[in-house]
């Protein structure tokens, strides 16, 4: 629900009722299938249909162009799972070949998930997708056993992502740090411990 989530955090009071947030959110969910899945015919039809009557096609075809015009028409924009999947794959350098696929997926769901739960807090979800994932993957390999991945070995992913993002060391931290905090202090969600647990439920990753 990228589409939703930027067009609300852009202009909150769009959102001023129940009504109007559920044609905004019907209207994101038909953009991003209108886009990413060509092969659905009459994908108007079947929203407004969806939404019970509720919204006309016209309702949506309206609510569609104030969202393309409100995001400047940028409907792809690279999102924190794209640069996510990028880092985890430079982890393929340093891993045991034995263990390569079953960490590197580990590591990206732990990721991801940190990801999700961050996205909630609304200092962090406003960080560029590039820091925001950076800042994940720090928190999601910070656990990872030394014997899978080393100091030497973390300590060099890390500089390698460093040398293509424009974010300084500092601002990750602060981001990671403001990152576990949350997910920490949250009793509505699975603390670390509970994170690595339930993504490596045999321990054979992570450190819990």
Same mark, same amino acid.
């Given at each position: 629900?990228?589409?939703?989530?930027?067009?609300?955090?852009?202009?909150?009071?769009?959102?001023?009722?129940?009504?109007?947030?559920?044609?905004?959110?019907?209207?994101?969910?038909?953009?991003?299938?209108?886009?990413?899945?060509?092969?659905?015919?009459?994908?108007?039809?079947?929203?407004?249909?969806?939404?019970?009557?509720?919204? %006309?096609?016209?309702?949506?075809?309206?609510?569609?162009?104030?969202?393309?015009?409100?995001?400047?028409?940028?409907?792809?924009?690279?999102?924190?799972?794209?640069?996510?999947?990028?880092?985890?794959?430079?982890?393929?350098?340093?891993?045991?070949?034995?263990?390569?696929?079953?960490?590197? %997926?580990?590591?990206?769901?732990?990721?991801?998930?940190?990801?999700?739960?961050?996205?909630?807090?609304?200092?962090?979800?406003?960080?560029?997708?590039?820091?925001?994932?950076?800042?994940?993957?720090?928190?999601?390999?910070?656990?990872?056993?030394?014997?899978?991945?080393?100091?030497?070995?973390?300590?060099?992913?890390?500089?390698?992502?460093?040398?293509?993002?424009?974010?300084?060391?500092?601002?990750?931290?602060?981001?990671?740090?403001?990152?576990?905090?949350?997910?920490?202090?949250?009793?509505?969600?699975?603390?670390?411990?509970?994170?690595?647990?339930?993504?490596?439920?045999?321990?054979?990753?992570?450190?819990?």
């Amino acid at each position: 629900m990228s589409y939703f989530d930027r067009y609300i955090a852009k202009y909150p009071r769009e959102c001023s009722s129940k009504e109007r947030c559920q044609l905004i959110s019907v209207t994101s969910l038909y953009l991003a299938v209108k886009l990413h899945d060509i092969r659905r015919k009459d994908t108007l039809e079947f929203f407004s249909k969806l939404s019970g009557g509720r919204f %006309t096609t016209g309702d949506i075809e309206a609510m569609e162009r104030k969202i393309l015009i409100g995001l400047d028409w940028l409907m792809n924009p690279p999102t924190p799972q794209s640069f996510l999947y990028n880092y985890t794959h430079l982890l393929s350098t340093v891993i045991p070949t034995d263990m390569e696929k079953k960490v590197m %997926t580990s590591i990206y769901e732990v990721a991801n998930y940190i990801t999700e739960v961050s996205l909630l807090q609304s200092s962090v979800s406003q960080e560029k997708a590039s820091t925001l994932a950076f800042a994940a993957f720090l928190v999601a390999v910070r656990e990872v056993k030394r014997a899978i991945l080393s100091v030497e070995h973390h300590k060099s992913i890390v500089s390698n992502i460093l040398s293509l993002q424009s974010t300084t060391p500092d601002e990750v931290v602060a981001v990671a740090d403001e990152i576990v905090e949350t997910i920490q202090s949250n009793d509505g969600h699975l603390n670390l411990a509970g994170i690595y647990e339930r993504l490596d439920p045999d321990g054979a990753i992570y450190n819990y």
